[in-house]
T-cell receptor, first 113, second 114 residues
């Protein structure tokens, strides 16, 4: 069964540094997403991406965050200057349509020191 | 009011038991509904979509009441492997548009014991 893959599985970074989280969505999916989950809290929406542009973003997704689909397979989330509160599990997801179920990657655990 | 609210749990049941989870959502313009399960420190995995007519997948039955903005999940004949956190998930924003933003409940922890 096709799956969403994410790398790295764990990223440890100093506060203020830039990080790039990578995702390969399922190949025939058109909608791509990033979510995050702070330890012990619920999963929160960050951003949706369709047709090579952001279609919706949350309040969390401020100017420090950006997404890109640099080629036909990868989907990246960049955090420009990380803060301690960015420590969380970041999940990439993809779906065939905007109302269709989304399939999640196994996440990148981001730890900011 | 929380956007998606679930039974707080935890639920601790013996193997073979039937257990039901409830969920309410605040956005009447929501367009699609799902149950996901999440194992400890893992990704959410789709359990089933929820349709207005109600739907069943093996031991799992989901119901949706749009008028009451209420979703339920029933698990029959619980297995040890059903132990997980069950997430009620709603798609759509207040304007009734949907670019796929999912809103998650806090989750209900289920532990099935021998």
């Amino acid at each position: 069964e096709p799956e969403v893959t994410q790398t790295p599985s764990h990223q440890v970074t100093q506060m203020g540094q830039e990080v790039i989280l990578r995702c390969v969505p399922i190949s025939n999916h058109l909608y791509f997403y990033w979510y995050r989950q702070i330890l012990g809290q619920k999963v929160e929406f960050l951003v949706s991406f369709y047709n090579n542009e952001i279609s919706e973003k949350s309040e969390i997704f401020d100017d420090q965050f950006s997404v890109e689909r640099p080629d036909g397979s990868n989907f990246t989330l960049k955090i420009r200057s990380t803060k301690l509160e960015d420590s969380a599990m970041y999940f990439c997801a993809s779906g065939q349509g905007s109302n269709q179920p989304q399939h999640f990657g196994d996440g990148t655990r981001l730890s900011i020191l | 009011r929380k956007e998606v609210e679930q039974d707080p749990g935890p639920f601790n049941v013996p193997e073979g038991a039937t257990v039901a989870f409830n969920c309410t959502y605040s956005n009447s313009a929501s367009q699609s509904f799902f149950w996901y399960r999440q194992d400890c420190r893992k990704e959410p995995k789709l359990l089933m979509s929820v349709y207005s007519s109600g739907n069943e997948d093996g031991r799992f039955t989901a119901q949706l009441n749009r008028a009451s903005q209420y979703i339920s999940l029933l698990i029959r004949d619980s297995k040890l492997s059903d132990s997980a956190t069950y997430l009620c998930v709603v798609n759509g924003d207040e304007q009734g548009t949907s670019y796929g933003k999912l809103t998650f409940g806090q989750g209900t922890i289920l532990t099935v014991h021998p």
